[in-house]
Every structure is written in structure tokens, then in C-alpha cells.
């Protein structure tokens, strides 16, 4: 199993940037498809975007493509989001993900998850 915490929430302004960070432990993080999720009050949670084991492919969720950037670092062990052009409806509980399989497991459901940072953006 694998251990992940994320970091980085907080609130901003609308345009505003800001970057998450997920820190994993407990298995070769290398192993694992990461990813990132959101569930704001009142709404399903919604895939964000993930990147393969190798960093080298990503996908994206079309509300935030051209404002989001996955990225992982392997030898850190971490995965980040970084978020630009921040809009109020960003607003929401972030999770970090990680899963065995591939990006479309990952995006249907992942296998590990964190305990969520919040993110608030006000209008």
C-alpha cells in the first residue's frame, strides 16, 4: 500500500495561482499512476487530471485544461497540480490519487487516496 498526503490548499483570489502538492510513502511511488480529484459542497467528486508512472503522458479533465498542470517527480516521491487562472467554481476539497492499473483506471476510480486539502477561491 501507499501513504498519501497532499498540501498546498488555501484561499485565493479569482486569477490567482496555486500549487498542490501530493507526498507518497510506503511502496514504490515509480509503481503507481497518480492523480487528482475535487468534490466541492453539493456536487459528485470529479476526475482533475493524471499522469503516467513515467511523467510522460497526462490527461485532463476539459474544465481545467489550459489553466492545469499535472506533474510528478519520482525521486521526491511527489505528484503536483499546479493551477493558474483560478475561477470561484475551482472551489473545492482537492484528493491525490494513486493507482496500480493505467490512466483510465485511475480516472474511473483510484485504488489510494489522501485526506484532501481545501481550496477556496473568492469572486
Known amino acids: 500500500q501507499v501513504q498519501l498526503v497532499e498540501s498546498g490548499g488555501g484561499l485565493v483570489q479569482a486569477g490567482d495561482s496555486l500549487r498542490l502538492s501530493c507526498a507518497a510513502s510506503g511502496r514504490t511511488f515509480s509503481s503507481y499512476v497518480m492523480g487528482w480529484f475535487r468534490q466541492a459542497p453539493g456536487k459528485e467528486r470529479e476526475f482533475v487530471a493524471a499522469?503516467?508512472?513515467?511523467?510522460?503522458?497526462?490527461s485532463y479533465a476539459d474544465s481545467v485544461k489550459g489553466r492545469f498542470t499535472i506533474s510528478r517527480d519520482n525521486a521526491k516521491s511527489t505528484v503536483y497540480l499546479q493551477m493558474n487562472s483560478l475561477k470561484p467554481e475551482d472551489t473545492a476539497v482537492y484528493y491525490c490519487?494513486?493507482?496500480?492499473?493505467?490512466?483510465?483506471?485511475?480516472?474511473?476510480?483510484?485504488?489510494?487516496w489522501g485526506q484532501g486539502t481545501q481550496v477556496t477561491v473568492s469572486s
Open positions: 490519487a494513486a493507482s496500480t492499473s493505467s490512466l483510465v483506471g485511475l480516472k474511473l476510480r483510484g485504488d489510494y
Open positions: 499522469v503516467t508512472r513515467s511523467g510522460g503522458g497526462t
